[in-house]
């Protein structure tokens, strides 16, 4: 079989603080005195964001956040990734760094450092918690997405909970960022109804999904994603891990794909879910039988739908073409 290490690729559905090493949350933890969270099996959002928060309390200090960007980066590369579009919500860090702006600079300059050593490009998807922020409040992060176009956020993202936060709470701030030429890329079909991808698509003006696979559940849905050319991020071993379907056998991404979807492969969060880039990619090979067709598909759907740069697009595409035409 053809080295899936070998296949140039992107990933687009990383939260960025929990693509943090087990090892890492450990040395963090016992750093500032704190009990190290319990990663496990997760039933439910309450049990998975819980742990998440106590993830995020450990990133204090310059220093963490240097190990941080350098950790992810080189665990990238070592997936064979040549891009990364993390999902960062600055919000938990305003006590610490003053501001939503500085706790900005903080994180784009440490990942442009470590991108520059390990030889992969980062942008970043500027994210809303549909939770916890206002409607000012998230307004205020989308006029500060489109700001920092010029050092690398490229997309704008919408995530938390779902469940009695619908699309259409957002309509304002995504339509700022919109005009702004930010990628729209919002959490919607996860934990709640596939009517949620709907009013992302059709209220948020959404380019790409976070998830998206209870797509299904509203008719004709599928086959305006598909005909629209709007990406799904899906993160297969998340929704198994949260129970969004029971089982891998009944994971909708081959259906997607014989659909003609636009799919992308991804960890969402390697260090509460345990499986990297990589692993996600095997995984679809071995136990959902997607061919090598189907995985190359997948790789050049994240490269064409995040906000990489042209030439690194077509060098990226390049190489997905080169790893096709070498013998299985």
């Given amino acids: 079989m053809r080295d899936l290490r070998a296949l140039p690729k992107g990933h687009l559905h990383l939260h960025l603080e929990l693509a943090m090493r087990p090892s890492t949350l450990a040395d963090l933890a016992a750093k500032y005195g704190m009990e190290v969270p319990v990663i496990r099996g997760y039933g439910n959002f309450t049990a998975f964001s819980a ?79 549909r939770v916890l922020d206002s409607p000012d409040e998230a307004m205020a992060i989308a ?73 299904f559940e509203v008719p004709g849905l599928v086959e305006q994603l598909a005909e629209q050319g709007i990406c799904l991020d899906v993160c297969p071993t998340s929704n198994i891990m949260l129970s969004v379907f029971p089982s891998l056998a009944e994971h909708p991404l081959p259906q997607l794909l014989e659909a003609g979807v636009k799919v992308t492969i991804n960890a969402d969060d390697p260090l509460l879910f345990g499986p990297g880039l990589l692993d996600e990619y095997e995984l679809c090979r071995r136990e959902l039988g997607l061919t090598d067709e189907q995985l190359a598909f997948a790789a050049r759907c994240s490269l064409e739908c995040g906000g990489a740069p042209d030439d690194l697009k077509a060098e990226a595409l390049a190489g997905i073409d080169s790893w096709l035409a070498t013998p299985a």
């Fill in 51 to 129: 742990t998440c928060q106590a993830t995020m309390a450990t990133l204090r200090d310059r220093s963490d956040w240097e190990r941080l960007a350098d950790e992810i980066c080189a665990d990238a590369v070592a997936d064979g990734a040549v891009y990364i579009e993390p999902s960062f919500w600055a919000g938990q860090y305003v006590d610490i760094w003053g501001s939503l702006a500085a706790t900005w600079d903080l994180v784009l300059d440490v990942f442009d450092k470590a991108a520059a050593t390990h030889g992969i490009t980062v942008r970043f998807m500027a994210a809303v918690d």
């Fill in 143 to 215: 006029l500060l997405a489109v700001e920092l176009q010029d050092r690398g956020v490229v997309s704008f993202g919408l995530h938390n909970d779902e469940v009695g936060h619908p699309p259409q709470d957002f309509v304002d701030c995504f339509r700022v960022a919109k005009a702004g030429e930010l990628l729209i890329t919002p959490h919607a079909g996860e934990l709640e109804h596939g009517q949620f991808v709907k009013d992302s698509v059709d209220l948020l003006a959404a380019d790409r999904i976070q998830h998206g696979v209870r797509a």
